[in-house]
C-alpha cells in the first residue's frame, strides 16, 4: 500500500517564526488533506490538497503530484498553532480510505 | 458551518462488554467512515459505508466489529466484546462525493 512518510517528526518554534512541514507519499493519488490535531485530540481540516496550492489566512498548502509531495508552510506562528499536524492521502485504485502520516508535532512557545 | 457530531465523547468500559459509538454526519453527505487511533499513534482506518453497505474495510475490522446506518440520521460502530487493545479513539467522518472527509471530534474509549 501507500507509504506516507512526514518530516520533521517534531518541531520547536518561537511565536512568530514561519515553518515547513512535508508530507513524501509512494504512490499517485486521488485525494490529499492536512490536518491539525489540536490538544484535546480533535482533527481539524485544514486543506483539502491533491494538487496546486491554496491559502487560509497564515497557513497555505503545496501539492506537487508529479514529484508525490506536499507542503504545509505556517507563517507567523502563535502558541495556538501547536499540537500534530498529519498529512493523509487516498490512493488512486479503487479506494477511499485515507492513510495517514505519523505527524509533526509543532510546539511554538511564547 | 455543518458538523460531524459524536456521542459519546468518552466511554469507558469493562473487557468483554459490547460498546456502540455514535455518530451523526453532515446532513447532505452519502460516504461515511470509521478510524481509530490509539494513543500516540497514527490515525488508522477501520471502514467505509455508502449506499447501506460496507464498501471498504482494513484487517483491523474483524467480526468483532459492525457498521449500521439504523437511520437516515445516524452512523454507529459497534464492538462485540471489547478488548484492552481496543482502547482509543475512534473517529467518524464523512464526505459529500467520496473526496474530501471531515472528521467528527472522537469519542475516546477507555476498555478496563
Known amino acids: 500500500g501507500i507509504q506516507v512518510e512526514q518530516s520533521p517528526p517534531d518541531l520547536i518554534l518561537q511565536e512568530g517564526a514561519n515553518s515547513t512541514l512535508r508530507c513524501n507519499f509512494s504512490?499517485?493519488?486521488?485525494?490529499l488533506q492536512w490536518f491539525h490535531q489540536n490538544p484535546w485530540g480533535q482533527l481539524i481540516n485544514l486543506f483539502y490538497i491533491p494538487s496546486g496550492t491554496k491559502q487560509n489566512g497564515r497557513l497555505s498548502a503545496t501539492t506537487v503530484a508529479t514529484e508525490r509531495y506536499s507542503l504545509l508552510y505556517i507563517s507567523s506562528s502563535q502558541t495556538t498553532d501547536s499540537g500534530v499536524y498529519f498529512c493523509a492521502v487516498e490512493g488512486s485504485y479503487n479506494t477511499d480510505k485515507l492513510i495517514f502520516g505519523t505527524g509533526t508535532r509543532l510546539q511554538v512557545f511564547p | 458551518e455543518p458538523e460531524v457530531t459524536q456521542t459519546p465523547s468518552h466511554q469507558v468500559t469493562q473487557m468483554g462488554q459490547e460498546v456502540i459509538l455514535r455518530c451523526v454526519p453532515i446532513?447532505?453527505?452519502?460516504?461515511f467512515y470509521w478510524y481509530r487511533q490509539i494513543l500516540g499513534q497514527k490515525v488508522e482506518f477501520l471502514v467505509s459505508f455508502y449506499n447501506n453497505e460496507i464498501s471498504e474495510k482494513s484487517e483491523i475490522f474483524d467480526d468483532q466489529f459492525s457498521v449500521e446506518r439504523p437511520d437516515g440520521s445516524n452512523f454507529t460502530l459497534k464492538i462485540r466484546s471489547t478488548k484492552l487493545e481496543d482502547s482509543a479513539m475512534y473517529f467518524c467522518a464523512s464526505s459529500r462525493d467520496n473526496y474530501e472527509q471531515y472528521f467528527g471530534p472522537g469519542t475516546r474509549l477507555t476498555v478496563t
Open positions: 504512490d499517485s493519488v486521488n485525494n
Open positions: 446532513s447532505n453527505h452519502l460516504y
